[in-house]
């Protein structure tokens, strides 16, 4: 089992920006991805960004050129940098932690933080 910690979730006003942070505890050996999903009222969960130990990065369309996924050399930890917030990226935000697969990005998250809250004002 890997336990994930969420931390960095706020209130900003359009424009702005927060950094959300994940550390990753337990079997951590057992995974080679993680990412950020997030989920607004009334919405399915959507993937926002992986990364992967071999390197791969993916972000949804939505958020590209605003977010950058990251982690520590340990790949323990990962971080969200979230810049020009909109509206619309209000949501609860899930860390998550996985073993790549062979089809889509977002099939392979099996484990998951309790989330931490973004909200962003216009």
């Known amino acids: 089992q890997v336990q994930l910690v969420e931390s960095g979730g706020g209130s900003v006003q359009a424009g702005g920006s927060l950094r959300l942070s994940c550390v990753a505890s337990g079997d951590t050996d057992s995974k080679d991805c993680m990412g950020w999903f997030r989920q607004a009222p009334g919405k399915e969960r959507e993937g926002v960004a992986g990364?992967?130990?071999?390197?791969?990065?993916y972000y949804d369309a939505s958020v590209k050129g605003r977010f950058t996924i990251s982690q520590d050399n340990n790949k323990n930890t990962v971080y969200l940098q979230m810049n020009n917030l909109k509206p619309e990226d209000t949501a609860m935000y899930y860390c998550?932690?996985?073993?790549?697969?062979?089809?889509?990005?977002?099939?392979?998250?099996?484990?998951w933080g309790q989330g931490t809250q973004v909200t962003v004002s216009s």
């Open positions: 990364i992967y130990s071999g390197g791969s990065i």
């Open positions: 998550a932690a996985g073993v790549a697969g062979r089809g889509y990005w977002r099939d392979d998250f099996h484990y």
